[in-house]
């Protein structure tokens, strides 16, 4: 079977992100996404090898946009400001993207190494932007598991309507990241054994 005219994998892979925002990630199928392009479903394997590799694909597709996004919001930025911008653009994409940022939390098998790589580049980021405390060795690795366990934790919670009270969940975030970095400053104060100049 020929390959459909106008059909081709980012095609897929753009329908496939609305249904999952729409819908929700596990809504992502084969016979929903052919459903939504008003296509056959077998016309669909001229593109993609199967629903394992749509969802892996769909995982680096969204991957790829958030690691854009928070490269976008700490771009000349540092210290407290990078991290507060960072934790923003974070809780911003996963209330944009309901269904993609659900694809985000997708662990990578080992051979996709483009998925293995975008989840890199992403914690590569953040250590970045934590690089700036003077953090080392296992100390800048627990500081940057702290700060990721926040902004998915965060996140997770809120997508899944856990925050109900009447009260700004932006104004939460940014109270709980002022905790985290108060933290990170006495982890280096502790490291040096004198006080870390990035807290003033």
Do not use: C, W
């Not at 996140?155 to 940014?174: P, T, W």
Request: hydrophobic share 45%; aromatic share 8%.
């Amino acid at each position: 079977m020929s390959p459909r005219i106008g059909l081709d994998e980012q095609t897929l892979l753009r329908a496939a992100a609305e249904l999952a925002d729409e819908q929700g990630f596990e809504a992502v199928t084969l016979a929903s996404l052919a459903q939504k392009l008003h296509v056959r479903s077998p016309s669909l394997y001229n593109h993609i090898e199967g629903l394992g590799a749509l969802r892996a694909k769909l995982a680096f597709y969204s991957l790829s946009i958030l690691y854009d996004d928070l490269a976008a919001a700490v771009e000349g930025l540092e210290g407290d400001e990078a991290v507060y911008a960072l934790g923003a653009a974070y809780a911003a994409y996963a209330r944009r993207h309901p269904g993609l940022y659900e694809a985000t939390l997708r662990a990578p098998d080992r051979q996709e190494n483009e998925l293995e790589r975008v989840s890199s580049e992403i914690v590569g980021l953040i250590v970045g932007v934590l690089r700036y405390y003077g953090l080392e060795g296992d100390a800048a690795i627990h500081a940057t598991r702290g700060l990721r366990s926040i902004l998915h934790g965060f996140s997770s919670i809120e997508r899944s309507g856990g925050f109900g009270m009447a009260l700004s969940v932006e104004v939460s975030q940014k109270l709980l990241i002022s905790a985290f970095l108060a933290g990170i400053h006495v982890m280096k104060q502790e490291e040096t054994g004198r006080p870390n100049p990035a807290a003033k």
